[in-house]
């Protein structure tokens, strides 16, 4: 355990540095973020926010993809450009939470994800449905942890690039008071029923922002078709002709959808 708190310690202490010595960052700050899961397990991540944000300020939670990690949405020049995200959330108010996922970032443990991913196509599921549930019953203590710690939120906001995109439709589909989300790219997930998106979409009430990709390996046209036909009237839908990676200039999407709500 002082093994796993010295790493997050170490990460997020470079990222505050990095952040706070760019003057567009100059009002913000980035502060550990470690709970205990109701199974022992320890939660980490980060809050990232304004000194001046408020304390019923609008809630973003941020869900990183396979193999990536919470500092993801910190991270200058990511490969996703995810941090271009995160700042104009913290530049519009928002308190900006994020969470390593089970088996990643500084939760790493003896199964790599892909390794669940390989075993989930070969018909052994339950390391990868472990990863999947036991991550989104980690979003549930930190969303009644920061409600004990700040109150109701104005609203709340899920955002997902990937494998996070499928978390944020489970994670909306079963909080009612999530409000708005956006979803990057979810893989469709056809190997594992009980956590594919199509099969929760319907019961996603808040305003929602599908991005897709016209060559995703991880969804074909058919599924991303099926997916917003299910979110119904309240779902937006882009898509860019790209691979699953996505260009730059999706995010352009995600912060004018952002700046409606």
């Known amino acids: 355990m002082n093994k796993l708190m010295a790493i997050v310690t170490t990460f997020l202490a470079a990222w505050a540095m990095i952040l706070g010595n760019a003057s567009a960052s100059a009002q913000t700050n980035v ?48 490969g996703s450009y995810t941090d271009l995200i995160t700042k104009d959330l913290v530049s519009r108010g928002y308190r900006v939470v994020a969470l390593d996922a089970r088996s990643h970032g500084a939760r790493k443990d003896d199964m790599k994800p892909l390794v669940r991913l390989k075993n989930l196509r070969s018909g052994k599921p339950e390391p990868y449905l472990a990863m999947i549930e036991g991550t989104l019953n980690d979003y549930d203590v930190l969303l009644a942890k920061v409600n004990k710690n700040f109150g109701q939120p104005k609203h709340i906001l899920a955002v997902g690039y990937s494998m996070g995109a499928q978390m944020a439709v489970l994670f909306a589909a079963k909080h009612k008071e999530v409000t708005h989300i956006v979803t990057m790219v979810p893989p469709a997930a056809q190997s594992a029923k009980v956590v594919a998106p199509i099969n929760h979409a319907s019961k996603v009430q808040a305003q929602w922002l599908l991005i897709t990709a016209s060559q995703d390996q991880f969804s074909t046209k058919a599924d991303n078709d099926a997916l917003a036909k299910a979110g119904g009237e309240k779902l937006t839908r882009v898509e860019f002709d790209s691979k699953h990676r996505l260009p730059r200039g999706y995010v352009n999407a995600v912060i004018d959808w952002i700046a409606k709500i």
């Open 31 to 78: 502060q550990q973020l470690a709970l205990d899961a109701p199974d022992g397990n320890r939660i980490t991540g980060f809050i990232y926010q304004n000194i001046k944000t408020e304390k019923d300020a609008p809630l973003a939670i941020l869900m990183h993809g396979m193999t990536g990690s919470s500092l993801g949405w910190l991270a200058y020049d990511h």
